[in-house]
């Protein structure tokens, strides 16, 4: 049996060999104390709700395992959902990485494989993923700019010929907006929310485009009591404008370190978005008047790594053209 598998900050998704369908559920672990644990979907809706006794985190953040007992249950569950489905114990496992990774951190990822009980870990570059299962041609000399805009790290690859010719990335994400959301309450209006409040302040800035505040609720710090707050609308697009604007910092710094011959293709064809942070809003309309580049946004683009891992498993798995030129993308442990 063959598993692989977007580890993700804020989800992870997971297929096996031969198949379309992929899981997808939430990168949260909780933990009590007598080390049980519970992952996914069911361990996301204790956040913020969970007694002393049951420890609640994030296995993965940045790109970078923090918690390698939950990573390795992490995996453990994504396996024992296919297994189910299928005969026998062993398999072997292949998980998408961004470019810029440690071999450090890379050998964390594949200690953590291994402990849920892989018997081969393989790593896959995701921007390349990405990329492919955007539906891009990997047997072509023309230059693709794929900027991954995940939860924990946003990536921009430049890719040609089915290899990444140059990669930039940072260590933050649309969570950022999360985590500013939080704290912009907490100092500015003496007013604590939760990570989850936070998230669901984000989706209703995006879909609600005429709210001029938005209702959270939460506890004030000044009385200690629950409470509601109306925070303004100018709050929420400040966090959101300076995430666009680190993108747009990242894309410019790749342009400028870009091969001419290929910059000339992006002007062409333009950049790519893919990753969950290419849905927010106005972020296509930011990039395309500030570089005055073609943008497109991937279909589906939040799942674009797990179809591109599954496809490329199956190409690999045929001996196909586009395999000749992704072997060199595989790194095994």
């Not at 006794?53 to 990573?71: N, T």
């Not at 072997?92 to 990774?101: E, G, R, V």
């Not at 994400?173 to 998230?199: P, W, Y």
């Not at 591109?308 to 001996?319: E, F, N, P, V």
Request: hydrophobic letters at 40%.
């Amino acid at each position: 049996m063959r598993i692989v598998m977007d580890l993700g900050t804020c989800e992870f998704r997971a297929g096996m060999s031969g198949q379309k369908e992929f899981i997808n559920e939430s990168s949260v672990v909780a933990r009590d104390q007598s080390g049980q644990f519970i992952v996914g979907n069911q361990a996301e809706q204790m956040l913020g709700r969970n007694p002393h006794s049951i420890q609640v985190g994030f296995p993965v953040v940045g790109g970078i395992i923090k918690d390698m007992e939950a990573a390795r249950e992490v995996v453990k569950h994504a396996v024992s959902t296919f297994r189910s489905r299928t005969f026998g114990k062993k398999f072997s496992l292949t998980l998408s990485i961004p470019s810029q990774m440690t071999q450090i951190e890379k050998r964390a990822l594949q200690d953590a494989g291994a402990m849920a009980g892989a018997n081969h870990v393989e790593l896959f570059d995701s921007s390349i993923a990405a990329a492919i299962g955007a539906g891009l041609p990997m047997d072509t000399s023309r230059g693709y700019l794929i900027v991954n805009l995940g939860a924990g790290v946003t990536e921009v690859s430049l890719l040609s010929m089915g290899g990444i010719v140059q990669s930039k990335s940072v260590r933050t994400g649309s969570r950022s907006i999360d985590e500013g959301l939080v704290e912009t309450a907490r100092k500015q209006f003496q007013f604590l929310i939760g990570q989850r409040s936070a998230e669901r302040l984000k989706h209703m800035y995006g879909e609600d485009k005429d709210a001029r505040e938005f209702e959270v609720r939460g506890r004030s710090l000044t009385t200690g009591l629950p409470d509601s707050l109306n925070i303004p609308r100018s709050v929420v697009e400040e966090l959101f404008n300076r995430y666009y604007e680190s993108i747009h910092t990242l894309i410019l710094h790749s342009l400028e370190a870009a091969p001419p011959e290929l910059v000339g293709d992006i002007l062409d064809h333009g950049m790519i978005l893919v990753g969950g942070g290419a849905k927010a809003t106005d972020l296509q309309t930011m990039i395309l008047k500030t570089t005055e580049i073609p943008v497109i946004v991937a279909d589906e683009p939040d799942t674009c790594i797990i179809r591109g891992l599954l496809q490329t498993d199956l190409a690999k798995q045929s001996g196909k053209l586009p395999w000749k030129r992704l072997k060199r993308n595989y790194q095994e442990s």
